[in-house]
């Protein structure tokens, strides 16, 4: 595989993204002397309010439960070096995947999935509560900081990929759902293909989001005491990666081996990605980050073998953490 990915050496893939050919912004800017325009988004990112309030909001485990506990923050800032990873290796631009990554999560309101269902009742008769839209909202409206705007005025390719990293949102792809009140809105001026699947740069932040949760929550929960390492020996990934790590080191320390398992977790869903993305691409062939938008399915994703595997993770999850007492 190493003679097929990038390590940071040579020219950006072809459907990669290209901050030079970008869309633009809504109020147009002069080009930055030293920063593409997507490191630009990046830094305005990070440099945002919002960015600076993950700090206090719930992953999962309260804030106040221990300083261990990822918190949207530090889960963020998982994402991104898993986007960066993927991007370098299929030579996509990486700081717009990790742009993306960065702001994937700013729409997130506190005490994490319970605060965002509170929100959804509550707002219920408005639309109720979408955080993708809210995200949108925060880097479009509800930053307030540059003399001639509101929002941090991102390219096209930023706000596209931030509405769009779970896929289509209206057409025959789209989940079907009612599109929000936010997105809708925003897009009347500025149109974000809201048919089309999201760049290269989009998919793998979002399979980044995937990966970096599954191993992050597997971890926090072994160390709040609600999943075993004898339990995720029943979860056919987690048991074969746990089997091997008994055959490497017998009688590893059980801190040792959690930690083990989830750096082996993530290795290998990630060289899984990058495996499947090069199957996927060799077939699709694309000219362009366009072609990539319009390939009507993602072309950065799991294997069939691998999304098994995320599925059977994520129910372990849902029934032994997110519906745990401790949690709900």
């Known amino acids: 595989m190493r003679d097929r990915i990038g390590f940071g050496r040579g ?6 993204a290209d901050p030079h050919e970008s869309r633009g912004r809504l109020h147009t800017e002069p080009p930055s002397p030293t920063r593409t325009e997507f490191q630009r988004d990046r830094d305005r990112i990070i440099h945002s309010t919002a960015f600076r309030r993950l700090r206090e909001k719930t992953q999962v485990f309260l804030v106040d439960e221990g300083d261990h506990y990822r918190t949207r923050l530090t889960h963020t800032i998982e994402v991104a070096q898993v986007a960066r990873a993927l ?8 700081d717009l995947a990790e742009a993306l990554a960065l ?8 005490f994490g999935h319970a605060g965002e269902r509170a929100l959804d009742r509550a707002m219920a008769s408005f639309g109720g509560f979408d955080h ?14 540059y003399p001639r705007f509101d929002g941090l005025n991102l390219t096209w390719e930023s706000l596209e990929g931030l509405v769009k990293h779970n896929g289509p949102l209206v057409g025959p792809a789209s989940p079907g759902k009612a599109l929000p009140f936010a997105i809708a809105e925003y897009a009347a001026r500025q ?3 809201l048919s089309t699947y999201a ?5 793998a932040a979002s399979i980044a989001d995937d990966i970096a949760y599954d191993a992050h929550d597997i971890d926090d929960g072994l160390r709040a005491g609600l999943l075993s390492l004898e339990g995720l020996r029943e979860v056919d990934l987690t048991g074969r990666i746990l089997a091997g790590i008994d055959a490497d080191y017998p009688g590893l320390p059980p801190a040792r081996a959690a930690h ?3 750096r082996r977790l993530i290795t290998g869903m990630i060289e899984d990605v990058i495996g499947e993305a090069l199957r996927r691409l060799e077939a699709l062939k694309p000219g362009s980050a366009d072609d990539v938008r319009m390939a009507g399915r993602p072309v950065v994703g799991f294997s069939e073998a691998y999304a098994r595997a995320d599925r059977e993770i994520k129910e372990s999850l849902r029934r032994r953490v997110y519906r745990h007492d401790k949690v709900m």
């Not at 020219?11 to 990669?16: E, H, L, N, Q, T």
């Not at 909202?137 to 900081?145: D, G, I, K, Q, S």
């Open 132 to 145: 993708n839209a809210q995200s949108l909202r925060v880097v479009t409206a509800l930053e307030r900081r």
């Open 87 to 94: 991007a370098r290796a299929l030579r996509l631009d990486e």
């Open 199 to 203: 760049g290269a740069e989009a998919q």
């Open 191 to 193: 149109d974000l293909w």
């Open 260 to 262: 083990e398992l989830t």
């Open 103 to 110: 702001a994937h999560d700013l729409g997130h309101p506190p």
């Open 11 to 16: 020219d950006r893939a072809i459907f990669a």
